[in-house]
């Protein structure tokens, strides 16, 4: 599956963050037309949580497990909430024209103390089979030794495309990549590159929740990296840049490899 691509949609690219429960369905229709016209590549797609679940699991501290009752409550609810924004995700592109299936995380992987421990990825195979495009997403899962936790949509598509040999993991943000401040100069700018150990300092950040934000993103981007997969962050409000993105083509966006300059 080297031609297989993962598309992360952040969550506050297609939700509005500021709002709970509010999906932004202007966004999801015009990416649902791009990816209509780069169908059928083969690609995953993972969302994140965005104003649905993040409140939900941060008020509840689901990611520690279960502890108390109040811990079970806040599980439950953010599951369901998942599966909600899960549903409208995919009923929006599917009104695109795009041909998609939702596939919620805790349906098919199990962590053990927040690491990815079994994933069965059956139905992934079969729809891709015949031209659906899966969509998971970041999802209150059950874990071995937790009993449950929260698992990232980063963390899940970072895993995607090394268990599957993707070519390319493209992270949809609402901002044009990753924004840096030159510790010499101080300028403020776009980073096309991003290498481990660069003298540099993450200057915007993109979500900061309960799942990490940014630096997730870039963490879990750089595991896929060493790994031989590419890695773009691009602005997935930007018409264009994520059909560009997906199908090889130079677009504005932040690049990350583990080989220096």
């Given at each position: 599956m080297r031609e297989l691509t993962i598309l992360?949609?952040?969550?506050?690219?297609?939700?509005?963050?500021?709002?709970?429960?509010?999906?932004?369905?202007?966004?999801?229709?015009?990416?649902?037309?791009?990816?209509?016209?780069?169908?059928?590549?083969?690609?995953?797609?993972?969302?994140g949580g965005g104003s649905y679940?993040?409140?939900?699991?941060?008020?509840?501290?689901?990611s520690e497990g279960y502890k108390t009752p109040e811990h079970l409550k806040g599980f439950l609810e953010t599951a369901k909430i998942v599966r909600r924004l899960?549903?409208?995700?995919?009923?929006?592109?599917?009104?695109?024209?795009?041909?998609?299936?939702?596939?919620?995380?805790?349906?098919?992987?199990?962590?053990?103390?927040?690491?990815?421990?079994?994933?069965?990825?059956?139905?992934?195979?079969?729809?891709?089979?015949?031209?659906?495009?899966?969509?998971?997403?970041?999802?209150?899962?059950?874990?071995?030794?937790?009993?449950?936790?929260?698992l990232s949509g980063d963390t899940i598509a970072s895993y995607l495309s090394v268990r599957l040999k993707a070519k390319r993991i493209v992270f949809a943000l609402d901002v044009d990549g990753v924004y840096i401040r030159d510790r010499v100069t101080g300028e403020v700018k776009l980073a096309e590159k991003l290498t481990p150990g660069m003298p540099i300092e993450v200057f915007k950040t993109v979500e900061e929740d309960v799942t990490g934000g940014i630096i997730k993103k870039i963490e879990e981007g750089f595991e896929a990296a060493e790994k031989g997969v590419?890695?773009?962050?691009?602005?997935?409000?930007?018409?264009?840049?994520?059909?560009?993105?997906?199908?090889?083509?130079?677009?504005?966006?932040?690049?990350?490899?583990?080989?220096?300059?």
């Open positions: 992360k949609l952040g969550g506050s690219l297609i939700t509005d963050k500021e709002k709970t429960f509010t999906l932004r369905r202007d966004v999801l229709e015009d990416i649902g037309r791009e990816l209509r016209e780069v169908w059928p590549t083969p690609l995953i797609i993972v969302h679940a993040h409140p939900i699991a941060k008020t509840y501290r689901v899960n549903s409208e995700v995919v009923e929006n592109l599917v009104n695109s024209g795009f041909p998609c299936i939702g596939i919620p995380a805790s349906t098919f992987i199990i962590t053990k103390n927040g690491r990815i421990e079994t994933c069965n990825l059956d139905a992934f195979f079969t729809a891709l089979d015949i031209g659906v495009t899966p969509i998971t997403c970041g999802d209150a899962v059950f874990d071995r030794v937790l009993k449950f936790t929260i590419e890695v773009l962050l691009v602005n997935g409000l930007a018409r264009g840049r994520i059909k560009s993105a997906i199908i090889g083509e130079e677009t504005i966006g932040t690049r990350l490899s583990t080989k220096s300059p």
